[in-house]
């Protein structure tokens, strides 16, 4: 069995480098939004970025330590990559705080 080189995933990147603009040198696409479906231009985030946004988005006081929906809906205003909802779902549930919370034994913590 050979290695995963990663070459699907960095040809898919190329493939949409093609296909979007660039704005202030930010890779954006064009994804449907809300109940409307209207575009909206997103920002295309490289893997070095990824758990800080996640963390940005869960771990702060307007995060509030919420499920992985709604860290997600809240990082899919903004933003784009492949396997978004895997990494929010993975970073949620090794989320220490929340494990806390929803075991019983958080109760009466102070978040943030």
Not at 8 to 18: A, F, K, M, T
Not at 82 to 88: N, P
Not at 94 to 99: D, K, L, M, P, S
């Given at each position: 069995m050979?290695?995963?080189?990663?070459?699907?995933?960095?040809?898919?990147?190329?493939?949409?480098?093609?296909n979007s603009p660039s704005q202030d040198g930010i890779l954006v696409t064009k994804k449907p939004y809300g109940e409307d479906d209207d575009m909206r231009d997103l920002a295309v985030v490289p893997n070095g970025f990824r758990t800080m946004l996640i963390s940005e988005n869960h771990d702060t006081p307007e995060g509030a330590h919420r499920d992985y929906v709604t860290t997600l809906s809240y990082l899919r205003r903004f933003y784009f990559?492949?396997?978004?909802?895997?990494?929010?779902q993975k970073f949620c549930?090794?989320?220490?705080?929340?494990?806390?919370?929803?075991?019983?034994?958080?109760?009466g913590i102070m978040i943030g």
């Open positions: 050979k290695p995963d080189d990663g070459k699907p995933v960095r040809n898919s990147y190329i493939s949409l480098g093609r990559w492949k396997g978004m909802r895997a990494d929010t549930s090794a989320c220490i705080i929340c494990a806390l919370m929803h075991s019983g034994k958080g109760k």
